[in-house]
């Protein structure tokens, strides 16, 4: 394997997902084939940025591109793909507003009564273990 992350998915005909990495073939799954492979999306849990990126480069001799290139219109793409990019741009914009938009809102956190009666500790209550529930409230001038 070299020094360049090289993976392709591909799905034989009988619904298994592979990945080829240079010279070594692993099994995968739809996840780890189709998604991961688009620059991935941040973790929020990490704030982390996957970055694999599925490419293949070919060549084609210049008297065939016209033999082996041709125009793509919509009704070539699958609809599900259609539909899945259309909803990760939206999902993408929405994220891109709340994060332009953060400073405008603030989190409050707020607990029930529950978790108080028969706490017997030295806090108000056990916080390991109260789920407080999260407001996002807006900052008022």
Request: a negative charge.
């Amino acid at each position: 394997s070299s020094g360049i992350n090289a993976e392709w998915p591909l799905r034989p005909g009988d619904g298994k997902w592979f990945k080829f990495d240079d010279d070594v073939v692993s099994k995968s799954n739809r996840t780890e084939a189709i998604e991961n492979n688009f620059g991935g999306s941040e973790d929020e849990s990490l704030n982390v940025r996957h970055c694999t990126n599925a490419y293949m480069l070919v060549y084609i001799k210049e008297t065939q591109k016209d033999d082996v290139l041709t125009n793509i219109i919509d009704d070539d793409i699958p609809l599900n793909l259609t539909s899945f990019f259309e909803e990760e741009k939206r999902e993408e914009a929405l994220r891109r507003k709340e994060k332009q938009e953060a400073h405008l809102y603030m989190s409050v956190e707020a607990v029930t009564d529950d978790p108080f009666h028969g706490y017997q500790g030295n806090d108000l209550l056990n916080w390991t273990t109260a789920r407080p529930n999260v407001y996002r409230v807006k900052k008022e001038k």
